[in-house]
């Protein structure tokens, strides 16, 4: 016993541990190993899509499917599934999923029944319920199955490709979106014609340049773009019109947005009190319609802005360029994905012109050994053979003297084939024929080997090809543009009261029982001024402290160089009394500023804030004192010029000041503010970007004239929005005309007027309002020209006209219809550069000349309209 227990428990403890224990492994490279596996996995296999054709994996096995399917009819969708879960092993779900999406996309799937709606956001019908096929251009483009790398399916008992051939920009116009493990790709869908145009000049070596397109439409700002690349960064805007002065609609949403989560946005903004509406309604069919109805004294203009400010009409979207190439993610730009895209179509189309070349020279192989086998009779040296060895030997030795010219060596195959013609194909056999067939197929591989000595060539009449084919209703949808930035803060609704206790050194929403100051928003920023010469701005809050003995609150706006401040302060208990003028364009919030040298007892003796600059006269009474003659002094502050806050200011007097009174309000001192045109972005600006329009002050106008026959007056205040169709921006000069020239879509005629805009602050027409109407011709200069192109009408052809139009017509109201502008069919109008104000016509000179004679011009046109209000000139 002693034996076995020795045999069975060895002395060596360490050889028992190893012998009986299991083996052990450690959670922490358990962890890492299964995590870099699964990662691995997810982004190789589900998430992120490959370089070469642009697609995920669940994508590629759904296009496989559908083309083991393809019989040129509609497969129902659950059917295409269930076809495809035969390659992807993870469930129905994500392979309907991507297969709505793909539909969406409407470029490789022809569609049918409801798949839901991009714009609204509406989900698909059932898979049950519609159905799909492949789309022409995907059976051209994708599928090439003879240069296809093939693999295993996940079971073992199918094939499926490792990627298809695809020759075109898939995965740009497509645009894709993935998360992985630890990694996430978002590319921007492009424009379908602009990325065959790039690839074009990819292949000629030109520069190009390649910007996303999103089928949603909207307007966009590419400035931070950069590529595609990590860090880049797009704002897509929806695009909104003013329809009148209280409503707004929404015609196209952002990417990304659906016309539910936008309405969403900007209910949520109102229930806070950033925007103010009355009420929304969607109206969304095949096209997006929002109206947004605003309440009364609610800027249209305005109103824009907030809402891009505040809600989903404005998004900003963060690309980045991730795809998969040999196994490996890459990050790379768009435009280095549109090369390598070019390239690898250049490779594909390369396979296939060498597949057909090889697959032509094969047949003109076997047509010249049938053509030798029969015109030589060589079938007749089998007949005395008695083994199929020997049938094989005879016709290889009656091909040797005429096969020399064959492209490649006779194998024993070749020789099987020409065994397997039939009798009857012999007793038929035609020379001429069959020397024709080799012929055709001489010049076919001709043609062949010309493609691929010239593949550039080649590839760039396969992309002409494709955009001709294809290209078709599918232009760019959405608008670049350049955004200008909005400030919140000046388009934020005024949404919470302000109020201040005034003694005590408190403001706030929440001290309702104190003094009201104002309406403001949650967001503004707020200035407040304190006697003893203090100042401090601070956000709005339910309740603040600011310090004691308030003398002005207001809501500040950072960089208002235009609201001045005058002051007159005491410096020190018993010091001189000084006056100053000053902006406060720049600060640290809650931040306690001294507007005078610090000195302790300083109080402020007269304060005034001016929106525009305004400078009082006041009158400063002095304590009498036994040597003073003067007790009282007059200031204008307009004498003063606007310094710093930080600035002592001008001295008042040494002596002791025993009041002040305003004695006459002031007037603006600042100058006339100028104003700018930026037409990349169709605003308004003080900066100096774009046309200056003028200078502005008081209730000037500028008139708007766009290029559906409307005008409109309004006001400069910066946040106002210009149609693109804008045709005049200017200042407007209430002695000044526009003159049009316009088609009366109901009498089918042309009209000339000028009249005087006067109607303010909404679009008023000014030429009919029949359907076919049109604005041919408009100016706001004094004396514009045109020249009048006739239409050839029985081989005649009328001279063409030149035509002042402040000596055609006078000036009338906005309402007359004008006179017409010739008897003659116009077919075009030209303007012409007008005659400069202070210039005069040579007529005009000699009417000049002979001023004595108090005779009319001799422009005949003048005359026949002063005396009968017929034009001669051929014009009526």
């Known amino acids: 016993m002693a034996e076995e227990n020795q045999e069975n428990h060895p002395e060596n403890p360490e050889e028992q541990q190893t012998n009986t224990s299991p083996h052990i492994t450690r959670v922490s490279g358990m962890y890492e190993d299964y995590f870099l596996d699964y990662a691995s ?21 759904i296009l496989h499917a559908l083309r083991e399917m393809d019989d040129g009819r509609y497969h129902k969708v659950a059917n295409i599934i269930g076809q495809t879960m035969k390659y992807h092993p993870h469930g129905d779900a994500s392979i309907g999923d991507a297969l709505v999406q793909l539909g969406q996309k409407d470029l490789l799937i022809d569609a049918q029944g409801n798949w839901g709606n991009v714009l609204t956001g509406d989900s698909a019908a059932a898979p049950r319920y519609i159905e799909a096929r492949l789309s022409k251009f995907a059976l051209e483009v994708v599928y090439s199955p003879k240069v296809t790398e093939w693999q295993s399916s996940y079971d073992g008992r199918g094939k499926e490709p490792i990627e298809f051939p695809v020759k075109f920009p898939l995965l740009l116009a497509q645009g894709v979106e993935g998360i992985a493990v630890g990694l996430s790709t978002k590319i921007m869908p492009h424009n379908f014609n602009e990325l065959l145009d790039a690839s074009i000049k990819v292949l000629k070596g030109q520069k190009f ?58 209910l949520k903004a109102n229930d806070k009190g950033k925007i103010k509406i009355r009420k929304i309604e969607d109206n969304t069919a095949e096209k997006v319609e929002i109206l947004v109805h605003l309440p009364s004294g609610i800027s249209p203009d305005k109103m824009i802005d907030a809402l891009y400010a505040f809600t989903d009409c404005e998004v900003s979207i963060a690309p980045l360029c991730c795809v998969i190439e040999n196994d490996s993610p890459q990050f790379l730009s768009v435009k280095e994905i549109l090369r390598r895209n070019v390239e690898n179509t250049l490779d594909v189309l390369k396979s296939e012109l060498n597949w057909v070349l090889n697959d032509l020279q094969e047949k003109w192989h076997f047509a010249s050994l049938e053509r030798i086998f029969i015109e030589n009779r ?52 035609d020379k001429d024929k069959a020397d024709a067939n080799i012929e055709a197929l001489e010049g076919e591989i001709a043609r062949v080997k010309d493609h691929l000595s010239n593949l550039v060539d080649y590839a760039i009449d396969w992309y002409k090809n494709i955009k001709k084919k294809y290209g078709a209703g599918r232009d760019r949808r959405t608008e670049i ?17 302000l109020y201040a206790n005034l003694e005590e ?21 707020i200035i407040v001024f304190l006697k003893n010469g203090q100042m401090m701005v601070t956000k709005v809050g339910p309740k603040t402290y600011v310090g004691k003995d308030i003398l002005h609150v207001a809501v500040w706006k950072k960089g208002d160089k235009r609201t001045t401040y005058n002051m007159i302060y005491r410096d020190g208990k018993k010091g001189a009394s000084f006056m100053k003028r000053f902006h406060v364009t720049s600060i640290t919030r809650d931040k306690l500023y001294d507007l005078h040298a610090g000195t302790e007892g300083s109080e402020v003796l007269h304060f005034s804030a001016n929106p525009n600059g305004e ?84 209730d000037e106008k500028i008139l708007e004239v766009d290029a559906s026959g409307q005008y409109r007056l309004s006001g400069y205040d910066l946040s106002l929005h210009f149609d693109d169709n804008w045709l005049i921006v200017e200042k407007y000069n209430p002695e000044r005309a526009i003159s049009a020239v316009y088609y009366d879509g109901e009498k089918q005629k042309h009209y000339v007027k000028r009249f005087i805009p006067e109607v303010l602050d909404r679009k008023e027409p000014f030429i009919t309002e029949h359907s076919d109407s049109a604005l041919e011709f408009v100016s706001y200069d004094a ?20 035509l002042l139009l402040d000596e055609f017509i006078s000036i009338k109201g906005e309402k007359a219809q004008g006179n ?31 001023d004595a004679s108090n005779e009319p011009p001799t422009n005949e046109a003048d005359s026949n309209q002063e005396s009968d209000g017929q034009i001669t000139l051929g014009l009526d």
């Not at 996995?41 to 096995?61: F, H, M, N, S, W």
């Not at 060589?378 to 003297?401: C, F, H, K, S």
């Not at 050194?505 to 920023?525: A, P, Y």
């Not at 077919?827 to 000349?849: G, H």
């Open 41 to 61: 996995y997810v982004i190789l296999e589900r998430a992120v899509p490959t370089l070469g054709d642009g697609l995920k994996p669940v994508q590629r096995r």
């Open 209 to 266: 340049d390649l910007l996303p397109d999103f089928p949603t439409g909207g307007i966009a700002d590419f400035t931070n773009y950069n590529e595609g690349l990590r860090g880049s960064r797009v704002r897509v805007r929806a695009r909104i019109n003013i329809r009148d002065k209280k409503t707004l609609v929404i015609e196209e949403v952002p990417f990304n947005t659906t016309t539910g989560s936008l309405i969403e946005s900007i």
């Open 378 to 429: 060589i079938y007749r040296d089998i007949e005395e053979a008695e083994t199929w060895e020997a049938v094989i030997e005879n016709i290889r030795l009656g091909l040797a003297p005429h096969i020399k010219h064959l492209l490649r060596e006779v194998t024993g195959e070749d020789i099987v084939r020409l065994t397997e013609i039939r009798i009857k194909r012999i007793s038929k056999f």
């Open 481 to 497: 543009r350049t955004f200008e930035d909005i400030v919140a803060t000046k388009v934020a609704m005024a949404n919470v009261k």
């Open 505 to 525: 050194g408190f403001i706030g929403t929440s001290l309702k029982k104190d003094e009201f100051i104002c309406d403001c928003s949650d967001i503004d920023d």
């Open 615 to 698: 400078a009082e006269v006041v009158a400063v009474h002095l304590r009498a004192l036994q040597r003073l003659k003067k007790l009282k002094l007059e200031i204008d502050f307009a004498e003063l010029a606007i310094k710093g806050r930080g600035a002592k200011g001008n001295t008042v007097t040494k002596y002791p000041i025993k009041k002040i009174e305003v004695k006459e309000e002031g007037v603006s001192t600042l100058a006339a503010r100028k104003i700018w045109f930026d037409e990349t972005v169709n605003r308004l600006n003080a900066e100096g970007r774009g046309r200056l329009l003028g200078s502005f002050k008081g």
């Open 783 to 802: 004396r514009p020209r045109i020249e009048i192109i006739y239409r050839k009408i029985k081989g005649k052809q009328k001279e063409n006209e030149e």
């Open 820 to 850: 017409q502008l010739s008897r003659d069919e116009v077919r075009k109008i030209n303007a012409l550069e007008s005659i400069p104000e202070e210039e005069d016509t040579d007529e005009d000179n000699s009417a000049d000349d002979n």
